[in-house]
């Protein structure tokens, strides 16, 4: 501690910061299994079992949000993680140092805006007087008729990958790149001199030696498969489109209809399932390839 007291007190923001929006909101969980009332507080409200439990599945919109939920995060998974891993690789083969930090800095830079600022973007882009109806009417001739993007149910989850690959995808592959520049160049030295080229040396050392790297990563992208983008997906919904998911269902059963205890029970659900998944992918990867997170 005395050695390492500097890098310590480095670590001291993160640590203050998980203790006091992870840890002292625990007991908040006890919620669930009250019968909450506001003027009576947190301790002096009355136990009532599973009672909340047993209701988040009798729900009519919960069935349907739990289905859009896995969906909207599976495809996300397929799409978006694979993507940053893909862009290191060619962002690793540059030669051409200036034309490297030009593109990796014009890449993480959406990682920055806000996601409200990100749905303002979309707005403006899809609308019907935005530069996408226009190139439209460039492209096929001005009788075309302009269309509402935003309005359109099967257009919904496309748009949601899109803008979380355009924004996240670029920052994402930081850690990649940093693995790739620990792989030992004498490994490709071997590689060349075998007569593997480019292609083969990605296959054969890059990809294997950045695996136990990419497969903590997927644990944790497999831990949020009962999770989405709330601030994305609640911004995108409008009078034509109104897909419910999880984080949207507590959002509106929670603080716009006060049922506090019902929205704690769903997010203690939601908890207990993203353990049992991190877990589960944990075991797996273990014994796949050794690495793991515990």
Not at 93 to 113: C, D, G, S, V
Not at 237 to 257: A, C, L, R
Not at 260 to 288: C, D, E, H, P, V
Request: a positive charge; aromatic letters at 14%.
């Amino acid at each position: 501690m005395r050695r390492d007291k500097y890098l310590y007190l480095l670590l001291a923001p993160a640590i203050l910061f998980v203790f006091v929006f992870a840890y002292m909101p625990l007991p908040g969980i006890l919620v669930a299994f009250k019968d909450y009332d506001v003027f009576k507080g947190f301790w002096g409200s009355s136990w009532i079992g599973l009672k909340h439990i047993r209701e988040v599945f009798e729900l009519p919109m919960m069935t349907e949000a739990i289905g859009k939920t896995v969906l909207i995060s599976t495809l996300t998974l397929l799409v978006c993680f694979p993507a940053p891993i893909v862009l290191a690789l060619l962002l690793n083969e540059l030669r051409r140092q200036l034309f490297k930090r030009i593109a990796q800095t014009l890449l993480y830079l959406p990682h920055f805006l806000s996601w409200i600022s990100v749905i303002g973007i979309a707005y403006a882009f899809y609308s019907i007087y935005g530069p996408l109806n226009d190139l439209r009417l460039w492209l096929f001739g001005a009788d075309t008729e302009r269309v509402m993007f935003l309005s359109q149910p099967g257009f919904f989850v496309p748009n949601v990958l899109m803008l979380s690959l355009w924004k996240e995808t670029g920052w994402s592959t930081i850690i990649f790149l940093a693995a790739i520049a620990s792989v030992d160049p004498q490994l490709y030295e071997a590689a060349y001199m075998d007569g593997a080229g480019k292609f083969r040396q990605i296959l054969h050392v890059t990809l294997p030696c950045i695996l136990p790297t990419v497969m903590i990563m997927l644990i944790f992208q497999l831990g949020g498969l009962f999770q989405s983008n709330f601030e994305l997906i609640y911004g995108l919904q409008n009078p034509y489109v109104n897909m419910e998911v999880i984080s949207t269902v507590i959002y509106k059963q929670g603080i716009q209809q006060g049922a506090y205890a019902l929205s704690t029970a769903l997010g203690f659900i939601q908890g207990l399932i993203a353990l049992a998944l991190t877990a589960g992918a944990n075991l797996i990867s273990r014994k796949l390839t050794s690495t793991g997170i515990w």
